[in-house]
């Protein structure tokens, strides 16, 4: 059985998408350069990602602000992830889906996935495939927010990439919300 391993990024933020991906490790991947995104420095996670993105199968998805309000953070969590894996099967039209079972992170399965799927807490600490997802993820939207602070300056966003900062709220208040704010979220 070959593991998907399945992680978001950016449930907590109160701007901006959250992204996910869904990763499949070859056997000779080097694990060690692995961990929780969240415990690894910045410069080890792009060396990381880097990796990744050469030598396993990926996918990866955004679901925006707008959606996030609609749907909760929860449910558009777990929609990135199904939209993750639908990217990794879309760029490897050939998987054995029969031979596939996935693991994501924390207590509730993306829906409508063609695998079985498990739901592990801190999954991300535990497998080396959820550790990869965790870190392309992360990268992944950190990335963007870089990218929403030259769009959008004056919020911060390359600083705290959307988190709740004391500087982000502030930035709101002075500057009203942004475009890619999260609405439904107090600020």
């Not at 050469?54 to 909760?72: P, Q, R, S």
């Not at 079985?116 to 990335?143: G, N, P, W, Y």
């Not at 959008?152 to 002075?174: I, N, R």
Request: glycine share 6%.
């Amino acid at each position: 059985m070959t593991i998907v391993g399945f992680d978001e990024a950016g449930r907590g933020p109160l701007a901006g998408p959250v992204s996910a991906a869904a990763v499949i490790l070859p056997k000779d991947f080097p694990v060690e350069i692995l961990n929780d995104s969240k415990k690894l420095s910045e410069k080890k996670r792009l060396a990381a990602e880097a990796v990744i993105k050469e030598k396993a199968i990926w996918g990866l998805a955004f679901v925006d602000h707008k959606t996030i309000d609609k749907m909760n953070i929860l449910h558009a969590s777990l929609y990135a992830m199904k939209l993750a894996f639908e990217d990794l099967q879309k760029k490897n039209p050939r998987l054995d889906l029969g031979d596939l079972n996935g693991i994501a992170d924390g207590n509730f399965v993306p829906p409508e996935l063609p695998i079985e799927c498990q739901a592990v807490v801190k999954a991300d600490a535990k497998f080396a495939q959820v550790m990869a997802a965790s870190i392309l993820a992360k990268t992944a939207r950190d990335r963007l927010m870089i990218e929403m602070d030259k769009k959008y300056p004056g919020y911060g966003y390359a600083k705290h990439k959307g988190y709740p900062t004391a500087a982000h709220k502030a930035a709101c208040h002075k500057l009203g919300p942004s475009p890619i704010q999260r609405l439904s979220f107090t600020y």
